[in-house]
């Protein structure tokens, strides 16, 4: 079974600062990768998906991720930090079901933005 | 235009009642997931629709939970006889068919709680 594993529940880091959150994932198959942003009391929303193509993926909000391989990894980044960016970000892999794609979620990460 | 629509947004009950959550996708949508998110298990899958396909009910955690949807549209998730640990924030997402059924827009969310 595919599974994601995200490194560190909590990030803090101060505005204009680099945004780094790690997803390392399992997958006996090529996976899809996702990110996603929870605002609070709200849904969750894409910010960048990888299926395959261009490694370095570019989202939302100034938003990119890495897909590597041989890391198993598919950290995000952003070069700046915005107070705007404070949220949980939470990394999942896609498990295929007959052409759906059901998602594994990693634990989530929440990231805090110091002024 | 408009996103996933769930109702309703909160939802206190007491312990054995039944509750019913309600999901609106996105207008022509083919897929519909519901998760869970609880504060101990992250975000779980719960169970998927795919157009007329039979539902892939693999990630309800017990027989007390069901779900429907109707005319290819509406869903509802059905908890039965409820527990404390039902306890969560439910998410319903919705996909499209072709190459972009892999991404999922979330609804904001149900808040159960049980007393």
């Known amino acids: 079974a595919q599974s994601v594993t995200q490194l560190g529940s909590h990030v803090s880091v101060s505005e204009g600062a680099l945004v780094l959150l790690r997803c390392n994932y399992s997958s006996s198959v090529p996976p899809y990768l996702f990110w996603y942003v929870q605002y609070p009391n709200q849904g969750l929303q894409l910010l960048l998906k990888?299926?395959?193509?261009?490694?370095l993926v570019k989202g939302i909000n100034g938003f990119e991720a890495e897909f590597k391989k041989s890391e198993t990894s598919f950290h995000l980044t952003k070069p700046s930090a915005h107070m705007s960016d404070a949220a949980e970000y939470f990394c999942?892999?896609?498990?295929?079901?007959?052409?759906?794609?059901?998602?594994?979620f990693g634990q989530g990460t929440r990231l805090t933005i110091n002024p | 235009g408009a996103g996933v629509s769930q109702s309703p947004s909160n939802k206190v009950t007491e312990k054995g009642k039944d509750v019913e959550l309600r999901c609106d996708p996105i207008s022509g949508h083919t897929a519909l997931y519901w998760y869970r998110q609880s504060l101990g298990q992250g975000l779980e899958f719960l169970i998927y629709f795919q157009g007329n396909s039979a539902p892939d009910k693999s990630g309800l955690p017990s027989d007390r939970f069901s779900a429907e949807r109707t005319g290819g549209s509406v869903s509802t998730l059905t908890i039965q006889r409820t527990q404390q640990e039902d306890s969560a924030v439910y998410l319903c997402?919705?996909?499209?068919?072709?190459?972009?059924?892999?991404?999922?827009?979330f609804g904001p969310g149900t808040r159960l709680t049980v007393t």
């Open positions: 999942a892999v896609s498990e295929g079901i007959q052409g759906a794609q059901k998602l594994v």
């Open positions: 997402a919705s996909s499209p068919a072709g190459t972009a059924a892999y991404e999922q827009y």
């Open positions: 990888y299926t395959s193509a261009a490694t």
